[in-house]
């Protein structure tokens, strides 16, 4: 998180207007916290919730094999705000129950936060390019390059209900 911080800090610097005055974008927040138990504070403050590249619980949580995850990542989105998750389950990592193709990966996520209050508004396989605006640091890898076995990284975007 502290390199994370540090690139948000340079982009909102190097962005600056001719008066050295920041752009008008939206807060970035770091926090340390269990996904299935965010902080009260946090709870329905986000216009947008992203997860990139999850592993462990919080990839089973998305894909709703747990469902406790699933709610603690729903809870900080607002009324009317959006959850995006970029996965990246692949059939070689033996993942019991996690879905593979990019299809049931949609569907999975699709499910576990339609009980949550969301409605998928976008499920699909992403481009290379696509993963490296991702600012992860698993992009480099990702990425296909055309590479027999790549793996595949599937965009699942939802939108939170009216509540």
Do not use: Y
Request: proline content about 6%; aromatic content about 4%.
């Amino acid at each position: 998180m502290a390199e994370s911080s540090r690139r948000a800090s340079r982009a909102s610097h190097a962005s600056r207007d001719s008066r050295g005055r920041a752009p008008a974008t939206p807060n970035t927040l770091f926090v340390v916290a269990a996904a299935e138990g965010p902080p009260a504070e946090l709870v329905g403050l986000a216009e947008l919730v992203t997860v990139r590249f999850p592993w462990g619980s919080l990839l089973r949580g998305c894909v709703g094999l747990d469902p406790v995850v699933a709610a603690g990542l729903a809870d900080l989105v607002r009324p009317c705000g959006r959850l995006e998750l970029l996965l990246a389950p692949a059939e070689r990592d033996r993942l019991a129950g996690i879905p593979t193709k990019s299809a049931e990966v949609v569907g999975a996520a699709t499910l576990a936060f339609e009980t949550l209050g969301f409605r998928l508004e976008l499920g699909r396989l992403t481009s290379d390019d696509e993963i490296l605006a991702s600012g992860s640091t698993w992009a480099r890898r990702l990425r296909s390059n055309g590479q027999a076995g790549a793996r595949p990284v599937t965009l699942v975007r939802l939108r939170s209900s009216e509540r």
